[in-house]
């Protein structure tokens, strides 16, 4: 199998050091920005929604992830405080219950993280970077930002949910867009290697590399837009049941779904609700805020189906010129903001057909930002996973229960994105900002 070239790879010593600081550094900036910049006491004390952690609580958690793992496990300090450990550990009390939580205050929590921080850096000084699993390539410290990054867009959905005025100003500038060529692509047919064992930041389970057999497929240039979605709703599309899998049909039943969460009539128009603002839907716009059901309906209303996790990342990484899997669609350079919608600052997806230099060699768009994409697929572990560092970073959600989204969202920041990004959910969820594209089967003769 062709090796995989990856940048952070070529990174050692101080131009490592450099990046992990730099990386840890936007994390912050990043998180106050959705916190003690925007928002009061009240506001970051306040549950907004049963489904959401108080931002208190996202707040101090990611300053406990980080003493645990940076200065305690790999620094092996003295612990800034251990009375606090068992109230930020998301194992031990369900998001329902952290309001109810003695949390730190929002000013202590901002001295706590101040601390952990300034003996992180301290531990980054004089770490290895290199010698065992959690220090290679200072992994331990790339997990630290990934995690911060990751509750900084789990933050995004809390201020979505959230009533009130709005508090987050997106820029307006322009992103680069051009008309799609065709509405589908084929990926021909063979083994592609997926996953990676050499990406020195890729958690547990993207690893290993492996390879996997994909049969020739058509998949959507672009992720499905708001407007074709809103022609699903006009046909009928939620009123019968011929679209909808068994619990998905009961579930939408139950739960009353009539269009994508944060939808709203507008006379004879769609509107939404985005960060406190109401707005036209925008009909170019890819749709999210739609569970696995709903993206799964739709597909087989269009007389497609949602590509599995391997579609999907063969579609994302195979180069059919050298038969290699690459970091990204693009190539192995990191992303920039001319090749796709990532790090939250724009607020939503671009129009499909943005970021036209972000396509794979095979002309898919948008496969990185814009929507989280689900999958046909459940999650589990690839063929050799091993748990690290800990079970319940992965193996724990292993199962039928949970559908893998891929490609990260414009919420998403890159350091936690690339092509073997696995996330996972709910099949009901609909808070994340997630959308999807379709897949259909080539016919026989196409793309063997
Ligand atoms: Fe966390």
Same mark, same amino acid.
């Given at each position: 199998?062709?090796?995989?070239?990856?940048?952070?790879?070529?990174?050692?010593?101080?131009?490592?050091?450099?990046?992990?600081?730099?990386?840890?550094?936007?994390?912050?900036?990043?998180?106050?920005?959705?916190?003690?910049?925007?928002?009061?006491?009240?506001?970051?004390?306040?549950?907004?929604?049963?489904?959401?952690?108080?931002?208190?609580?996202?707040?101090?958690?990611?300053?406990?992830?980080?003493?645990?793992?940076?200065?305690?496990?790999?620094?092996?300090?003295?612990?800034?405080?251990?009375?606090?450990?068992?109230?930020?550990?998301?194992?031990?009390?369900?998001?329902?219950?952290?309001?109810?939580?003695?949390?730190?205050?929002?000013?202590?929590?901002?001295?706590?993280?101040?601390?952990?921080?300034?003996?992180?850096?301290?531990?980054?000084?004089?770490?290895?970077?290199?010698?065992?699993?959690?220090?290679?390539?200072?992994?331990?410290?790339?997990?630290?930002?990934?995690?911060?990054?990751?509750?900084?867009?789990?933050?995004?959905?809390?201020?979505?949910?959230?009533?009130?005025?709005?508090?987050?100003?997106?820029?307006?500038?322009?992103?680069?867009?051009?008309?799609?060529?065709?509405?589908?692509?084929?990926?021909?047919?063979?083994?592609?290697?997926?996953?990676?064992?050499?990406? #020195?930041?890729?958690?547990?389970?993207?690893?290993?590399?492996?390879?996997?057999?994909?049969?020739?497929?058509?998949?959507?240039?672009?992720?499905?837009?708001?407007? &074709?979605?809103?022609?699903?709703?006009?046909?009928?599309?939620?009123?019968? #049941?011929?679209?909808?899998?068994?619990?998905?049909?009961?579930?939408?039943?139950? *739960?009353?779904?009539?269009?994508?969460?944060?939808?709203?009539? &507008?006379?004879?128009?769609?509107?939404?609700?985005?960060?406190?603002?109401?707005?036209?839907?925008?009909?170019?716009?890819?749709?999210?805020?739609?569970?696995?059901?709903?993206?799964?309906?739709?597909?087989?209303?269009?007389?497609?189906?949602?590509?599995?996790?391997?579609?999907?990342?063969?579609?994302?990484?195979?180069?059919?010129?050298?038969?290699?899997?690459?970091?990204?669609?693009?190539?192995?350079?990191?992303?920039?903001?001319?090749?796709?919608?990532?790090?939250?600052?724009?607020?939503?997806?671009?129009?499909?057909? *943005?970021?036209?230099?972000?396509?794979?060699?095979?002309?898919?768009?948008?496969?990185?930002?814009?929507?989280?994409?689900?999958?046909?697929?459940?999650?589990?572990?690839?063929?050799?996973?091993?748990?690290?560092?800990?079970?319940?970073?992965?193996?724990?959600?292993?199962?039928?229960?949970?559908?893998?989204?891929?490609?990260?969202?414009?919420?998403?920041?890159?350091?936690?994105?690339?092509?073997?990004?696995?996330?996972?959910?709910? #099949?009901?969820?609909?808070?994340?900002?997630?959308?999807?594209?379709?897949?259909?089967?080539?016919?026989?003769?196409?793309?063997?």
């Amino acid at each position: 199998m062709p090796t995989e070239l990856t940048g952070l790879t070529e990174l050692t010593g101080d131009a490592l050091r450099e990046r992990i600081a730099t990386e840890l550094t936007a994390s912050r900036r990043r998180t106050h920005a959705l916190t003690t910049d925007v928002l009061d006491e009240a506001e970051l004390s306040a549950q907004h929604s049963p489904l959401m952690s108080p931002l208190v609580w996202d707040f101090a958690h990611v300053g406990n992830q980080e003493e645990l793992w940076l200065v305690r496990d790999v620094g092996g300090r003295e612990p800034v405080r251990t009375d606090i450990d068992e109230l930020y550990d998301a194992f031990q009390h369900p998001r329902t219950e952290r309001p109810r939580l003695p949390l730190l205050g929002v000013a202590e929590a901002d001295r706590y993280l101040g601390t952990v921080r300034e003996k992180a850096f301290d531990v980054l000084a004089g770490a290895p970077l290199a010698g065992d699993r959690l220090t290679d390539q200072g992994f331990a410290f790339g997990m630290i930002a990934q995690h911060e990054q990751q509750h900084c867009e789990t933050m995004l959905a809390t201020h979505q949910l959230r009533a009130g005025e709005p508090v987050l100003d997106p820029p307006t500038a322009p992103v680069p867009w051009a008309p799609l060529p065709a509405a589908e692509v084929l990926i021909p047919a063979g083994p592609f290697a997926m996953g990676t064992s050499v990406e #020195p930041w890729a958690l547990d389970n993207e690893r290993p590399a492996h390879q996997a057999q994909v049969a020739a497929f058509w998949l959507d240039t672009a992720p499905v837009s708001a407007g &074709d979605y809103a022609a699903f709703i006009a046909d009928g599309g939620y009123h019968d #049941p011929r679209w909808w899998v068994a619990e998905g049909w009961a579930h939408r039943q139950r *739960a009353g779904l009539q269009a994508p969460l944060f939808w709203q009539r &507008d006379g004879d128009r769609w509107a939404r609700r985005r960060f406190g603002r109401v707005e036209p839907v925008p009909l170019d716009e890819p749709v999210q805020h739609v569970s696995w059901y709903e993206a799964d309906a739709y597909a087989r209303w269009a007389g497609k189906r949602l590509p599995t996790e391997a579609e999907w990342e063969k579609a994302a990484r195979y180069d059919p010129a050298t038969g290699r899997s690459r970091r990204y669609p693009w190539g192995d350079a990191d992303p920039t903001p001319e090749l796709a919608n990532l790090g939250g600052a724009r607020l939503r997806p671009a129009a499909a057909g *943005a970021y036209p230099a972000g396509a794979s060699p095979l002309g898919v768009r948008q496969l990185i930002g814009d929507v989280w994409e689900w999958t046909a697929s459940d999650f589990t572990g690839y063929p050799g996973f091993t748990a690290f560092p800990y079970r319940e970073y992965s193996e724990v959600f292993f199962g039928p229960e949970y559908k893998v989204l891929r490609g990260g969202s414009w919420a998403a920041d890159p350091v936690a994105c690339r092509g073997t990004f696995r996330n996972w959910d709910y #099949p009901v969820r609909r808070q994340i900002f997630t959308g999807f594209r379709c897949a259909r089967d080539a016919a026989a003769g196409e793309g063997a």
